[in-house]
Structure formats: structure tokens, C-alpha cells
């Protein structure tokens, strides 16, 4: 999701393109006022994914997003009151073929429920849920993606269960309001990493308190790691011990930031050779630190180069694989 002001076109767009530079498939921007509502018409002719308009409280701006051009509206029904409003964004959704995501968190909760379930509960969540989704069925609007988010894992994982049993709607994933860089990268990866693992999940959004940029590196990782997407680059690197011949964070670092292979290609680096074959079995190129400053390098298991610098083996990866 986008953190620049949303009427800033030069910015949003500008933002917009690193974004999907950096992997991001589509991009929410927050629709606060009709001004960037209106902005939304000038941001599609310099994007090329798809734009989705976050919309709060407000049906005036969720039908202006629509005629401006989004090609997704998400709402949080909990917080338009107004029926005879939703009915008429169901209309201009209709009208415009675009779907709607139902976005449904504890802070907008129906109050009969949250009185009934109190807080961090994933059943108020899924209730909820349930009850839009006929809201939209009765008015024969079914194109539809579902989210219920919580800022507690448990919370979301529970409640994403438990719609999923009775949702046949493509279902959008995160743990909301995860927190910083480090601490929204571990709830997040738990939370999202859970529920894709068990088949749940078709859209994802990692929400951090950080650089949006952060928030696509960590979504692909977590995608990469359960083989949802292949990475350029998967990095098997020991966690290191008292055996250990060289700095292998220093190393496996490196080769993140600096290489960048045309295909996908895993290299593991080991700080001794203490079950080198196994633990780079599956991997195409192994790093082995033989002594502080000097390293070999095989390729499934045959030796490329042995005892020389990091820097030659460096130039020989990024000969090799560039």
C-alpha cells in the first residue's frame, strides 16, 4: 500500500513504479478526500497494475474512486452505515465491472458482536464476514474478494479458518497493524505463511510500520519460501558455531545485495565442511569457508574453485550467472 498523499500524483506514481519494480502485482492507495479520489484518473495513465482505492466511512468517495477509474474499491462496510449508500456502490461497482474487497477488522466490528465475543475473537470476525457477504448476494453482486484482519495471529489465523469453510470468494491475507520492520516481518510470516501453507489465501498484504518497499520484499520471501514464486535468488546459509572458519553472515549478505542471476539459482554457504553434502544438496552452487580469508566453491558437489578470495569467487558467480 502507497504512504504518499494520494492527490501528490508525481509521488504516488513515482512510489507506485518502485513498488512494482521491486514485485508488487497491485497497489492500494488511501482515498481520504474527493481531491485524491479525483487523482485516481491521473495515476492509472502513469501506472500499469492494477489500483485499488481504500475507502473509509465515506460512500461519496467510494463512488468517485469508482468513476475516476479504480479497478478495485476496498470497504469496510462496518463503518458505512447507510445501506441505501452500499446498495449504490454495489450499482457503480456493477456497472464498471470491478470488484469489491469486504474488508472486515475488529476495530469496525457490528457491536452486537463485539458485546457478544469481545476482543480477539476470530468468530465475531467470521460472522461478520458472513453477514456482508449475503448483504452482497441479496443485491446480486458476487464479484467479490474477502478479508478479516486482526493484529493478533492467532486471531487472524482462527478467524481465516473459519471463513474459508463457508467463503467461496478469492480471500485476501494479513495480519494488520503488524508493527515495525522486524517485529510485522515475524507476525506477518507466521500469520500469512500459516494459512497459504494450509491452501488458504489468494491475494496477501504485509503491513508494516516501514517503507512500503519492505512490505514486498518480505511478501516474496514468504511466498518463495513455501515455492508459491521462485525468487532470482534462494540463499541456504549455516547459522554458524564454534566450528565455524568464516563469516558467513558477512558472505551470504553480499550475495544478496550483489547478485543477481538471470535465473533462478540457490547458492548455500556453509562456514565448514561439517555435512556440506547434505546441506547443499539442493542447492546449485555451495561456498565453503576453508580459513578466514580464503573459500571454495563447488557446483552440485564438484569443486569450481578451491582456497581462493571471496572476491574471485564473487566474480566468477556474477560472470557466471549475469
Not at 40 to 52: N, Q, T
Not at 54 to 80: M, T
Not at 192 to 202: K, M, P, S, V, Y
Not at 245 to 255: H, R, T, Y
Request: hydrophobic content about 40%.
Amino acid at each position: 500500500m502507497c504512504t504518499t498523499p494520494t492527490e501528490n500524483v508525481t509521488a504516488t506514481v513515482q512510489q507506485i513504479k518502485l513498488l512494482e519494480k521491486a514485485g508488487c502485482d497491485m497497489v492500494r492507495i488511501a482515498v481520504p478526500t474527493m481531491s485524491s479520489a479525483k487523482a485516481i484518473k491521473m495515476i492509472k495513465r502513469e501506472i500499469s497494475i492494477p489500483l485499488i482505492a481504500d475507502i473509509h466511512f465515506s460512500p461519496e468517495l467510494a463512488l468517485a474512486a469508482i468513476e475516476n477509474g479504480a479497478d478495485k474499491i476496498r470497504i469496510n462496510p462496518g463503518n458505512i452505515s447507510d445501506k441505501t449508500a452500499l446498495k449504490k456502490i454495489i450499482k457503480s461497482a456493477k456497472a464498471k465491472n470491478i470488484p469489491i474487497r469486504i474488508g472486515i477488522n475488529e476495530g469496525s466490528l457490528e457491536k452486537d458482536l463485539s458485546d457478544k465475543y469481545g476482543a480477539h475473537s476470530p468468530k465475531a470476525l467470521a460472522l461478520s464476514a458472513k453477514r456482508w457477504i449475503s448483504f452482497f448476494e441479496k443485491e446480486k453482486f458476487e464479484n467479490l474478494v474477502v478479508s478479516v484482519k486482526s493484529s493478533d495471529v492467532r486471531t487472524m489465523i482462527e478467524a481465516n479458518r473459519l471463513l474459508k469453510k463457508h467463503c467461496k470468494y478469492p480471500i485476501h491475507l494479513g495480519v494488520t497493524e503488524s508493527g515495525t520492520l522486524e517485529t510485522g516481518t515475524i507476525k506477518s510470516s507466521i500469520g500469512i505463511g500459516t494459512l497459504l501453507a494450509e491452501g488458504i489465501g489468494d491475494t496477501i498484504r504485509v503491513s508494516l510500520s516501514a517503507d512500503p518497499i519492505h512490505e514486498i520484499r518480505v511478501a516474496k520471501k514468504i511466498l518463495d519460501s513455501l515455492d508459491f514464486i521462485k525468487m532470482p535468488l534462494r540463499i541456504i546459509a549455516c547459522p554458524t558455531c564454534g566450528r565455524t572458519k568464516a563469516n558467513v553472515s558477512e558472505i551470504a549478505q553480499k550475495l544478496e545485495n550483489e547478485l543477481h542471476p538471470c535465473k533462478s539459482t540457490s547458492v548455500a554457504v556453509l562456514g565448514c565442511g561439517v555435512n556440506f553434502a547434505g546441506e547443499s544438496k539442493g542447492a546449485d552452487y555451495a561456498i565453503i569457508g576453508i580459513s578466514k580469508d580464503k573459500f571454495s566453491l563447488y557446483k552440485k558437489n564438484t569443486p569450481i574453485i578451491k582456497n581462493e578470495s571471496p572476491e574471485k569467487i564473487f566474480k566468477y558467480l556474477k560472470d557466471k550467472l549475469s
